[in-house]
T-cell receptor, first 112, second 116 residues
Framework: TQLLEQSPQFLSIQEGENLTVYCNSS?????LQWYRQEPGEGPVLLVT?????EVKKLKRLTFQFGDARKDSSLHITAAQPGDTGLYLC????????????FGSGTKLNVKP | GAVVSQHPSRVICKSGTSVKIECRSL??????MFWYRQFPKKSLMLMAT?????????EQGVEKDKFLINHASLTLSTLTVTSAHPEDSSFYIC????????????FGSGTRLTVV
C-alpha cells in the first residue's frame, strides 16, 4: 500500500483546460513537496508546503496543503503541452526526516 | 546549490553479475541518503535510507542481501545490485538530505539498469 495516494493516476486533456491533482494520506506530514519528472531524469521540485491550509502559487500552478496536513492538491490553470509529465507529491511522514516517500504519481498529457 | 552526482547513468550487465551505482554529494556533506527504484510509468519507491557510518534501513519487502548499500563517507553512498536478474532491471535514483537547500532534498539524475 502507498502512504501517499494520488488521483487521478492518468490525465489526458486539451491545451487550455484546467485540472486538479490530489494527494492524500492517512498520515500527517510535516511538509509536502510537489515534483515533476520527465522520463529518464530525476524529479524536479516545484514547491514545498509546510503550514496546514497553506496556498502557494507558481505562475499557472496553485498548490494547497490541507488543514490537517494529510493532503495536498495541485491545480493547473490553462494547461499547456509543456506541462506534460509525471507529477509526484512527496514528503517525510510526521517529523521523521529519515524517510521520504513519494506519492503514487499522476501522469499528465496535455494535447495541443 | 547542492548537487548530487549519480554514476553511471546507464549500465547493462549480464545475469548473475553484480553492479555498483554511486551517489555523491558534490558540495555538501550528506549524513542521510535515500535510494529509490522506479518502474516504467510508475512512481519512485523508497528502497532504503542510508546513514553515514551505520547500517542502512531497508523498507519492507526490499532484500538486504540483493541490494547492498554502503555509506562509508559523508559524500558517498553506493548501491550494489548483487547476482542481478532481468527483473532487477529498473531506474534507480538516489537522493541526499540537505536541510540548507530550499527543498531539503537533492536528487541524482538516475541510473538505468538493464540486466540481460
Amino acid at each position: 500500500t502507498q502512504l501517499l495516494e494520488q488521483s487521478p493516476q492518468f490525465l489526458s486533456i486539451q491545451e487550455g483546460e484546467n485540472l486538479t491533482v490530489y494527494c492524500n494520506s492517512s498520515s500527517v506530514f510535516s511538509s509536502l513537496q510537489w515534483y515533476r519528472q520527465e522520463p529518464g531524469e530525476g524529479p524536479v521540485l516545484l514547491v514545498t508546503v509546510v503550514t496546514g491550509g497553506e496556498v502557494k502559487k507558481l505562475k499557472r500552478l496553485t498548490f494547497q496543503f490541507g488543514d490537517a496536513r494529510k493532503d495536498s492538491s495541485l491545480h493547473i490553470t490553462a494547461a499547456q503541452p509543456g506541462d506534460t509529465g509525471l507529477y509526484l507529491c512527496a514528503g517525510p511522514p510526521g517529523y521523521n526526516f529519515n524517510k521520504f516517500y513519494f506519492g503514487s504519481g499522476t501522469k499528465l498529457n496535455v494535447k495541443p | 546549490g547542492a548537487v548530487v552526482s549519480q554514476h553511471p547513468s546507464r549500465v547493462i550487465c549480464k545475469s548473475g553479475t553484480s553492479v555498483k551505482i554511486e551517489c555523491r554529494s558534490l558540495d555538501f556533506q550528506a549524513t542521510t541518503m535515500f535510494w529509490y527504484r522506479q518502474f516504467p510509468k510508475k512512481s519512485l519507491m523508497l528502497m532504503a535510507t542510508s546513514n553515514e557510518g551505520s547500517k542502512a534501513t531497508y523498507e519492507q519487502g526490499v532484500e538486504k542481501d540483493k541490494f547492498l548499500i554502503n555509506h562509508a563517507s559523508l559524500t558517498l553512498s553506493t548501491l550494489t545490485v548483487t547476482s542481478a536478474h532481468p527483473e532487477d532491471s529498473s531506474f534507480y535514483i538516489c537522493s541526499a538530505r540537505e536541510p540548507r537547500t530550499r527543498s531539503g532534498y537533492t536528487f541524482g539524475s538516475g541510473t538505468r539498469l538493464t540486466v540481460v
